[in-house]
């Protein structure tokens, strides 16, 4: 019912910003809570942002507070993560997630996945 399609993965230095997009299709797109994960080589993934149907409400791990925006614009179906002040510990592959339930939480049914899109930062 829903797919995800992110872009905007890329190499960068420490200190540097990238904004990752996260294209959602179906007939009800706007209807799910969006998400941002990464997993780095050797690690499990983790949680990174997520925020709710309307944008207006965003959850953020401790380890991107003030440096990540999430948001969404459900003109364009699209929901995006703004990072700045990349550190080489950001390198990680980045997936787009979806969930149909009315709960914003790292934890749960967080039922559709984009394919990952790759962000490396140097030092």
């Known amino acids: 019912q829903l797919q995800l399609v992110e872009s905007g993965g890329g190499l960068a230095q420490a200190g540097d910003s990238l904004r990752l997009s996260c294209a959602a299709s179906g007939p009800t797109a706007r209807n799910y809570i969006m998400g941002w994960f990464r997993q780095a080589p050797g690690q499990e993934r983790e949680f990174v942002a997520a925020?709710?149907?309307?944008?207006?409400?965003?959850k953020y791990a401790d380890s991107v507070k003030g440096r990540f925006t999430i948001f969404r614009d459900n003109t364009k179906n699209t929901v995006y993560l703004q990072m700045n002040s990349l550190q080489p510990e950001d390198t990680a592959v980045y997936y787009c997630a979806a969930r149909g339930d009315y709960v914003m939480s790292e934890n749960g049914p967080w039922g559709y996945w984009g394919q990952g899109t790759q962000v490396t930062v140097s030092s």
């Open positions: 925020t709710g149907r309307s944008g207006a409400r965003t």
